[in-house]
């Protein structure tokens, strides 16, 4: 290793190719080539935690479904409806995944937003407003504010559609943009939507996943309810790229969908682990494809 780092163009580092057999055959044998290295780099590849103890920032924001299609919140068989323990899929959904990714973001705070409803005083159907109904501050404290903020939204919204995802994505993307303009591996934004997976802007979504795709952001999709998600599994990219209307293809896969049904009955953390599997190697392949370390050197004990 000391002789390539020294190596230069002037003084490369030659290494003899010597074949034993030929050695030993012929006195004259001198060597079957020389491979001379000219210049060599040593460039290191940084792990997730990497980023994550050098200084780089998860922001974590949640989007919440409320069309029509989730059925009546008052009807025991609506996806929204909250059982006497308290609990619905929607609930669990966030529990399970904010609880995880939490211990990633230093100040706790989740912007929380809600699509697909009639919102008051209006009743204009929004695709992106705050749980909280505060536009300039949309921020939740933890997961229990954001679970807060979904039980007092609930009751004062009417469910309604189209579903669309393109704005909530293109709204993460605007910040995750901003971050972008520091040049440092300072912040990465995280999307968590949770969808009865029925889309109506399919086209315009698939564009904006594109788009996200050279900015540092993820899209997590938990599928709640026992809909068709061939669409959610579309998004999801892992068959191959996922490309714009236009044809474009995404440059990496940001998007990883779960469908919550199949954790039901399983402990917590399975739906966790299975959400969050991909998302460290998305942070590190990013930061690699856009040429960026830690914004602190990581001390290694």
């Known amino acids: 290793m000391k002789r390539l780092e020294a190596a ?10 010597i074949n034993s ?17 000219k210049v060599c780099q040593i460039t290191r590849e940084y792990t997730f935690l990497d980023y994550i103890m050098g200084g780089c920032q998860i922001n974590f924001t949640v989007g919440i479904d409320f069309t029509g299609s989730n059925g009546d919140p008052r009807s025991p068989d609506s996806l929204h409806y909250i059982s006497p323990q308290g609990v619905n899929e929607y609930l669990s959904a966030i529990w399970s995944v904010g609880l995880v990714v939490q211990d990633y973001d230093s100040d706790k705070m989740f912007p929380a937003f809600g699509f ?3 919102i008051p005083p209006s009743w204009q159907v929004s695709h992106e407003f705050p749980l909280n109904f505060n536009p300039t501050n949309p921020f939740c404290a933890g997961v229990e504010g954001v679970i807060e903020a979904y039980r007092m939204c609930l009751p004062q919204v009417k ?17 995750a943009q901003q971050a972008l303009q520091q040049k440092t591996a300072s912040q990465y934004f995280v999307l968590l939507i949770i969808t009865d997976g029925v889309i109506t802007d399919m086209d315009q979504t698939r564009g904006a996943i594109v788009a996200a ?15 068709d998600f061939t669409d959610m599994e579309i998004l999801d990219g892992d068959d191959g790229r996922l490309k714009s209307v236009t044809g474009e293809p995404a440059v990496r896969d940001i998007v990883q969908f779960v469908p919550f049904r199949k954790f039901q009955n399983a402990p917590r953390e399975m739906l966790a682990q299975c959400v969050l599997a991909e998302l460290p190697q998305q942070v590190t392949t990013y930061f690699r494809y856009i040429n960026l370390s830690p914004p602190n050197e990581p001390k290694h004990s």
């Open 116 to 118: 697909g409803a009639q």
């Open 159 to 175: 469910l309604y559609g189209p579903t669309n995802f393109a704005p909530i994505i293109n709204h993460m993307a605007r910040f």
């Open 8 to 17: 230069s163009r002037s003084a490369p580092a030659e290494f003899e190719c």
């Open 213 to 227: 795709s050279r900015l540092p952001m993820s899209i997590i999709i938990v599928g709640v309810g026992k809909a």
């Open 21 to 37: 057999k030929k050695k030993q055959k012929k006195k004259s044998y001198k060597n079957s080539g020389v491979v001379s290295v």
